[in-house]
């Protein structure tokens, strides 16, 4: 029989950044994995790192990430490929641009003053192939993007080295209360431990239904493209507002185009099913705001499966059942720069009992009434 | 010309290439009366074997031989079948639910199948040798496209090398039509014969005995065949000379083949299961006795379905017609697929025997050091190796960390080397290593393309925020 301080299920980057953090705390995780690490959404997502336009529940999460990102060759040994030319926002009209300017305007009232608005003359400055008709955008300047499979190998990689265990293709199918242990059952055999993190992606409503404590989670396939390599031309990341859009060029040469169009997932046998025309609308916004892409070679065009939650926001903090249980799951398509903050944050709280991360509004319990 | 904008949004049957097997398929559907099109990439029909049946400008019909004219009379049958032709178009994607992406000059459409019959045919097995990239080195196959389809004939010194029935064809045929070849690099490890002799019964009785026979003895008679254990290419920015078991020849070309594989990109990325096939050494679809694959309404016949030439297409494309036009129209009148059947058992009867006379040796499919593995982002043997060895257990991986795979060939120069070193490297078989997972589109379409695939209104709103 294994015995672990936390069983972590789910090797995304959030279960390994957490299961990393549990043991840098000198703690004993065992991390399951029904596949590989890194075979989801935090494998095959666009890469980027962004705390840009995101939802105020999440901002503090994601600067505590970001201070990760920015020292990420100390924590992993490796720098994920993460480089920082900042994220664009792109406004397409001035009515768009004002909509913009009042939230920067909110945020800077509350304290937070990574996002800044810019004219039609910066906008040129960052993003000279941008088409003109564009009036101006919001930059987060320090934001970025890293190479997602190898950034959650990196997580999965230190983890192990630090005296987590990680065991992949191997699915729980059971978690049991003895006392004030856990007993997790797998198709590997059982595992005990006192706490238990559920960071399983989009097949954590299976493990939350295993609590008592069904979620409405669904699941979702964000697509993506990519270009044969052309010469540089973008240096940071680009996305819109009015219509899907994330663009960006990697080092190599190579565009990914994405934007959150979303294919059919079939989560039961880890595939999905591209919508083409939904890509045909991303090509055309493509074609409209970068006039030298309408060449480009599109190579290869994927989904990854992952959790969407109702309100677009993750479920973070202790499960509303189960003593020692707690939830890590439903980033809702944004969340692979917030892995090494809230790796961070969960092994604290699991360790410690609290954290200094505010997490207010994430707590699965949001969810309790509305089912 | 067909053009994209006169293409009907869904059809009963799409047959994807217009070898054989599409041919003899479309041919048979249509005449039942299934409303068929028939897309191929290529400017005429015909596939690689019989490539510009209809154009080739090559008129001494004993160069290409009769097994190459018998070509003829299916396309012929195809052209008065009924069945849509559409030529010049590329199928880039299709999936479970039987929606084909295609482009036709530069327009792409979406069509909607009731059945599809990928009929893709084969590829040349990669054949990583040192020196593979450089210029003035080609495979044997794009000699043999260059020849049948707009008559060419290599001048300069040319060495062939490798192994396989199709690499002594075409020197007969680069013979016949005048070319002057300084060797024929015999790579065939000599066991194999031994190897083979159980199934010589099998091959006697069957059509490729003589014909076999005869070509070796047309080869040998007029061309230096020297076996060997090494190839390497060599050149500063261009192929100057061929080294071979220490000794070296100027050479200005270099024609490389050892035996070709089931093109299985666009079958693997609509989902049909594969598995490895460890006499032939490729992955090949699970089929049904109808060559139906695993997803419903999904057939691959042909040589995509596992190499047997081309006589042996057209009955598995008629057997896959058969069971399609059943499906569509249980009323329609069709031949007895038994026919079929017993006409594919006798062409497959020898086929044993080639492959495992003609298994090209270890030591040119699983390359070592700074040998190339994948041309398209320049991923050496000794790269890949490495990655197995730090725990690397399969392509997917792999690409994730070379990038191996993931240029615009989509995997197609590369996949079958890249199995095959993770598997020596790891003490493991290629079954369990496993291929790459294949992304549309499989084959690159640009921007512009893509964006030319008509959206309605509506779709466009259902895709705004």
Known sequence: MRTADVVVIGGGIHGCSTALHLALRGLKPILVEKDYAGRHASGVNAGGVRQLARHLAEIPLSISSMEIWEHIQELVGDDCGFTSHGTVLVAESEAELASFKARVDDLRLRGFTHEELIDRAELKRLVPAVSDHCPGGVVSRRDGAADPFRATQAFRRRAVEKGAEVIEGVMVTGLKRLGEIWRVETSDGPIEAPKVVNAAGAWADRIAALLGEPVPLHVIAPMLMVTSRLPAFIQPVVILRGRKLSFKQLENGTVVIGGGHLATPYRDRNATVLDWTKLAASAETVWELFPAMRAATIVRAWAGIEARMPDDIPVIGRSGTSEGVYHQFGFSAHGFQLGPGTGAMMAELVATGSTNVPIDGLEIDRFRTKI | ?465
């Not at chain 2, 794009?142 to 490798?162: C, D, F, N």
């Open chain 2, 1 to 465: 010309m067909t053009e994209a904008s006169e293409l009907a949004a869904s059809y009963e049957l799409v047959v994807i290439g217009g070898g054989p097997a599409g041919l003899a398929a479309a041919t048979l559907a249509a005449q039942a009366g299934v409303q068929t099109v028939l897309f191929d990439e290529n400017p005429g029909i015909g596939g690689q074997i019989y490539r510009g049946i209809t154009s080739t400008p090559v008129r001494d019909r004993a160069v290409l031989g009769d097994d190459y004219w018998a070509g003829g009379a299916l396309a012929d049958e195809a052209r008065t079948s009924g069945a849509l032709i559409v030529n010049g178009a590329t199928v880039w994607t299709l999936d479970p639910t039987l929606t084909v992406g295609v482009s036709i000059a530069g327009k792409a459409r979406l069509i909607q199948a009731k059945r599809v019959i990928v009929a893709t045919g084969s590829l040349e097995r990669p054949f990583p040798i040192p020196g593979w990239t450089l210029p003035g080195v080609m495979t044997a196959g794009a000699a043999q496209t260059a020849l049948k389809a707009q008559g060419l004939v290599p001048a300069g010194r040319t060495v062939m090398a490798g192994s396989g029935p199709l690499l002594w064809l075409l020197a007969a045929q680069l013979i016949r039509a005048g070319a002057k070849i300084e060797a024929l690099l015999d790579t065939t490890p000599r066991l194999n014969w031994l190897r083979a002799l159980p199934f010589t019964p099998d091959f006697m009785i069957s059509p490729l005995w003589s014909k076999g026979l005869k070509l070796l003895r047309e080869v040998k008679a007029k061309m230096l065949v020297i076996p060997v254990g090494s190839v390497e290419a060599v050149g500063s920015d261009k192929l100057s000379e061929v080294v071979f078991d220490g000794r070296r020849v100027p050479a200005d070309l270099l024609l490389l083949h050892q035996g070709v594989v089931p093109n299985v990109n666009l079958a693997i990325a609509a989902g049909a299961e594969h598995r490895w096939n460890s006499r032939q050494l490729c992955f090949e679809p699970v089929l049904d006795r109808d060559f139906n694959s695993s997803v419903p309404g999904i057939a691959v016949a042909g040589d995509g379905a596992g190499i047997a030439g081309g006589p042996a297409a057209a009955e598995r494309g008629r057997i896959a017609a058969i069971a399609a036009v059943r499906a569509l129209k249980p009323s329609a009148s069709v031949p007895d697929p038994q026919t079929a059947r017993n006409a594919l058992q006798r062409e497959e009867s020898g086929r044993a025997f080639l492959d495992v006379a003609y298994r090209p040796a270890d030591a040119f499919r699983r390359p070592t050091g700074e040998t190339i593995a994948c041309r398209c982002e320049e991923v050496t043997a000794k790269q890949v190796r490495d990655n197995a060895d730090l725990g690397c257990e399969g392509p997917n991986q792999m690409k994730a960390f070379l990038r191996c795979g993931m240029g615009p060939c989509q995997g197609r120069l590369c996949g079958l080397t890249i199995t095959e070193l993770i598997a020596d490297q790891r003490h493991t078989t290629p079954a369990e290593v496993g291929y790459y997972r294949l992304r549309p589109p499989v084959k690159p379409i640009t921007l512009a393309e893509l964006a030319s695939l008509p959206i309605s209104e509506a779709e466009r709103k259902a895709v705004e925020r």
